[in-house]
């Protein structure tokens, strides 16, 4: 377990890349690939955002039609501009549909286009273009904006979206799972900032550690497409990719939930029970607490702070510190995991002997 762990922050350190990771990418993208299948009532099931020009392009018919053609027309129906053979009906061994394929990666004609199947009524409009899924990949990086927590969204980022700052949390307790002698419980501290979780308004060093890996490794794999990408959030134009911007969000953030003395990660900064069903400027005003230490959200942490010791290095300029305070971070993290599992390892061994 212990040599894993060296692996996975050695490739944050810039030796090799991960496979869980990859792994954790693929089953996400599956995941949202198979929810938008079922979404699709039309019997013409496609990638309805779009396709490159020239990219592959293929539809899966899931009903019969009427005969073994197709046709991609204007979105009007008024021209035809492609016409294909449907592939031989096809069946699979994980469910009932039996589909047939349809393939236009043939069409290289840019606009938005249906297709046609006779007898079935036609598919929803998508678009051919050399960057299908640009207002996509806006839409996602300015997402995480929508998420801040301590801070007003203002109209002109946020749009009909604005609110007033939700949980300020400049004063959150050492949780009695979390205290020490040099922290016990109720000491104060201070952990703003960061993103809100999926479905509650607490913040987690966990799920939010994969998600920077994913923002910090699509602009490391794409650093020229990235720097040119704005979302308009309030840091936009200060000579810093947005998406470096809004993950610095997040990552000062992470680290105020190190405990300074040892190194150790809180899990999380959370109320005692989930806000209701409100805005986060009218959530409960009851005491937000970290909580216990964990060995998962200090190694997350350490993967995290050290890829970004190795991003944010080319930014010094900008952030004078932020580098070099993320490396030491970062193995000051992993020192407290591995000491962590030694001491757990031995007091196992006593006990088995006892």
Same mark, same amino acid.
């Given at each position: 377990?212990?040599?894993?762990?060296?692996?996975?922050?050695?490739?944050?350190?810039?030796?090799?890349?991960?496979?869980?990771?990859?792994?954790?990418?693929?089953?996400?993208?599956?995941?949202?690939?198979? !929810?938008?299948?079922?979404?699709?009532?039309n019997a013409v099931r496609l990638?309805?955002?779009?396709?490159?020009?020239?990219?592959?392009?293929?539809?899966?018919?899931?009903?019969?039609?009427?005969?073994?053609?197709?046709?991609? *027309? #204007?979105?009007?129906?008024?021209?035809?501009?492609?016409?294909?053979?449907?592939?031989? %009906?096809?069946?699979?061994?994980?469910?009932?549909?039996?589909?047939?394929?349809?393939?236009?990666?043939?069409?290289?004609?840019? +606009?938005?286009?249906?297709?046609?199947?006779?007898?079935?009524?036609?598919?929803?409009?998508? #678009?051919?273009?050399?960057?299908?899924?640009?207002?996509?990949?806006?839409?996602?990086?300015?997402? !995480?904006?929508?998420?801040?927590?301590?801070?007003?969204? %203002?109209?002109?980022?946020?749009?009909?979206w604005k609110r007033p700052a939700?949980?300020?949390?400049?004063?959150?307790?050492?949780?009695?799972?979390?205290?020490?002698?040099?922290?016990?419980?109720?000491?104060?501290?201070?952990?703003?900032?960061?993103?809100?979780?999926?479905?509650?308004?607490?913040?987690?060093?966990?799920?939010?550690?994969?998600?920077?890996?994913?923002?910090?490794?699509?602009?490391?794999?794409?650093?020229?497409?990235?720097?040119?990408?704005?979302?308009?959030?309030? %840091?936009?134009?200060?000579?810093?990719?947005?998406?470096?911007?809004?993950?610095?969000?997040?990552?000062?953030?992470?680290?105020?939930?190190?405990?300074?003395?040892?190194?150790?990660?809180?899990?999380?900064? #959370?109320?005692?029970?989930?806000?209701?069903?409100?805005?986060?400027?009218?959530?409960?005003?009851?005491?937000?607490?970290?909580?216990?230490?964990?060995? *998962?959200?200090?190694?997350?942490?350490?993967?995290?702070?050290?890829?970004?010791?190795?991003?944010?290095?080319?930014y010094d300029k900008f952030f004078? +510190?932020?580098?070099?305070?993320?490396?030491?971070?970062?193995?000051?993290?992993?020192?407290? *995991?591995?000491?962590?599992?030694?001491?757990?390892?031995?007091?196992?061994?006593?006990?088995? *002997?006892?």
């Open positions: 377990m212990i040599s894993g762990k060296r692996t996975v922050v050695s490739y944050y350190l810039g030796i090799q890349i991960p496979y869980f990771m990859r792994t954790v990418t693929c089953f996400a993208l599956a995941c949202l690939l198979s !929810f938008v299948a079922h979404a699709q009532l990638n309805q955002i779009g396709f490159y020009t020239g990219g592959p392009k293929v539809a899966a018919i899931t009903e019969k039609p009427a005969s073994d053609v197709f046709f991609i *027309t #204007t979105a009007d129906g008024r021209d035809t501009v492609f016409r294909g053979a449907l592939q031989a %009906e096809r069946p699979s061994k994980y469910s009932s549909t039996r589909v047939r394929l349809a393939n236009f990666s043939g069409l290289q004609q840019q +606009g938005t286009f249906v297709l046609r199947a006779p007898g079935l009524p036609p598919s929803y409009p998508f #678009t051919i273009s050399d960057a299908p899924y640009h207002d996509l990949a806006k839409a996602v990086i300015k997402g !995480f904006y929508f998420q801040r927590a301590s801070m007003p969204l %203002e109209e002109k980022y946020a749009g009909k939700g949980h300020p949390d400049t004063r959150v307790l050492v949780h009695a799972s979390a205290a020490d002698d040099k922290r016990p419980e109720g000491t104060v501290i201070s952990s703003p900032g960061g993103w809100y979780d999926a479905g509650d308004y607490n913040k987690y060093i966990v799920n939010s550690g994969i998600t920077m890996y994913m923002l910090l490794a699509a602009y490391e794999d794409f650093p020229a497409y990235f720097g040119q990408l704005d979302v308009n959030i309030p %840091e936009s134009g200060n000579g810093v990719p947005d998406v470096l911007d809004e993950a610095l969000y997040n990552l000062r953030w992470m680290l105020t939930m190190q405990d300074p003395n040892d190194g150790g990660v809180y899990h999380k900064c #959370t109320n005692a029970e989930f806000d209701r069903m409100v805005m986060p400027h009218q959530a409960s005003k009851s005491p937000r607490f970290v909580v216990k230490k964990s060995l *998962t959200a200090s190694y997350d942490f350490a993967a995290v702070m050290a890829m970004a010791a190795r991003i944010y290095v080319k004078p +510190g932020l580098a070099d305070s993320c490396r030491k971070a970062a193995l000051s993290a992993f020192e407290w *995991t591995e000491n962590t599992l030694r001491r757990t390892s031995a007091t196992a061994r006593w006990k088995s *002997t006892a």
